[in-house]
């Protein structure tokens, strides 16, 4: 910070030289606002919940563009615990705070939950970002702000990408896969937070890409799992000892819940590098402990949800919010058909692509 005040103090120095000379002038300097330097911006980044794995990736790296940018941002984190009234208490909180921007990654993604608090940032004028998975109802709630974005994820996409995993792999080896040669997939199913559009649209589209593909499929089981590891382990634990061989793949939501199901499964002696006891297991978020597995040929796939690039697009974006500045200007994101959404792409991590867990 000692940088910050220094930097400061040169410029308001010569702020008052050019004042100076330029005083008994008739002409005026014209400083356009946007660009006059100012403290470093304050934003106000509500997470869901903070021991999320992907959450705390996307905070990492906003940590470290704070870092690299020390003059000009400083973020301050606010865990909701999963509970959107603690969320809700915690915006509440910070409005009587001088905050310039507010990054909202909801706990629920429903209007009623939370247009209240929503309603409450816009009447501060406050520029803000909502962060996740968009849905329709909340799209339109927030169109008639001016100053207001949604950075999000195509969950579709993720689906569709998980689904393809599993395609080609039983495409390049079905005969191992197949356990009873039935020519149909036997697959369960982790999913996340019951309604959760996220897990909805994963749930669905993976499952719709491997029957595109013009492979049957059998459903085992559906268990939801709010996202955890430990709920995953012991549903697949339980499970497994109902179906035994009768398991080929099991599609998680989220990576926490497919490292979940292969501890459980190497209980049993799965998934443990015996090519002739392994079962599919695809997860999404491509988180570093999701990567090494899959390297090691323990998990079949993931799906990348890169958070550097979240993390950038929050920033970048929101800078250009707090200046009063077009939200793409001087970017290269695009908004949806929707004009007020930014999606960041997935890609598939099948152990191949491993650049990216080395960058």
């Known amino acids: 910070?000692?940088?910050?005040?220094?930097?400061?103090?040169?410029?308001?120095?010569?702020?008052?030289?050019?004042?100076?000379?330029?005083?008994?002038?008739?002409?005026?300097?014209?400083?356009?606002?946007?660009?006059?330097?100012?403290?470093?911006?304050?934003?106000?980044?509500?997470?869901?919940?903070?021991?999320?794995?992907?959450?705390?990736?996307?905070?990492?790296?906003?940590?470290?563009?704070?870092?690299?940018?020390?003059?000009?941002?400083?973020?301050?984190?606010?865990?909701?615990?999963?509970?959107?009234?603690?969320?809700?208490?915690?915006?509440?909180?910070?409005?009587?705070?001088?905050?310039?921007?507010?990054?909202?990654?909801?706990?629920?993604?429903?209007v009623d939950a939370v247009q209240d608090i929503l309603n409450k940032i816009a009447q501060k004028n406050i520029p803000f970002i909502l962060d996740g998975t968009p849905t329709k109802d909340i799209i339109n709630f927030i169109r008639p702000y001016n100053s207001s974005v949604f950075i999000g994820t195509d969950t579709e996409q993720s689906g569709v990408l998980q689904g393809k995993i599993i395609v080609d792999s039983w495409n390049a080896n079905k005969k191992a896969i197949d356990k009873n040669n039935d020519n149909v997939l036997q697959y369960i199913m982790l999913s996340g937070k019951i309604g959760s559009p996220g897990a909805v649209d994963r749930t669905k589209y993976s499952i719709l890409t491997i029957n595109n593909a013009g492979i049957k499929t059998e459903e085992l089981a559906l268990k939801f799992c709010d996202w955890e590891r430990e709920c995953a382990k012991n549903n697949i634990e339980s499970l497994f000892l109902k179906y035994n061989d009768k398991i080929e793949a099991i599609i998680a939501n989220n990576d926490e819940m497919a490292i979940g199901a292969i501890e459980a499964l190497q209980k049993y002696g799965y998934n443990k590098g015996d090519k002739e006891k392994n079962i599919l297991v695809v997860g999404v978020d491509a988180i570093a402990e999701a990567q090494d597995l899959v390297n090691k040929g323990l998990m079949t796939g993931t799906v990348i949800q890169n958070a550097s690039a979240e993390a950038e697009a929050i920033y970048s974006v929101g800078m250009n919010l707090v200046y009063g500045k077009a939200p793409l200007a001087g970017t290269n994101y695009k908004f949806d058909n929707t004009g007020i959404v930014i999606r960041i792409p997935y890609e598939e991590y099948n152990g191949y692509n491993r650049s990216y867990s080395e960058d």
């Open 1 to 110: 910070m000692r940088i910050c005040k220094k930097i400061l103090t040169i410029i308001a120095i010569t702020a008052i030289t050019i004042a100076t000379l330029i005083g008994s002038s008739s002409k005026k300097l014209l400083i356009n606002s946007n660009e006059a330097p100012k403290n470093p911006i304050k934003v106000a980044v509500f997470l869901y919940q903070a021991n999320d794995n992907y959450i705390s990736e996307v905070r990492k790296n906003l940590e470290d563009i704070q870092k690299e940018n020390e003059c000009k941002v400083k973020f301050s984190f606010f865990d909701g615990k999963g509970n959107q009234v603690i969320q809700n208490e915690s915006i509440d909180k910070a409005l009587n705070e001088e905050f310039d921007l507010f990054i909202v990654n909801l706990v629920d993604t429903k």
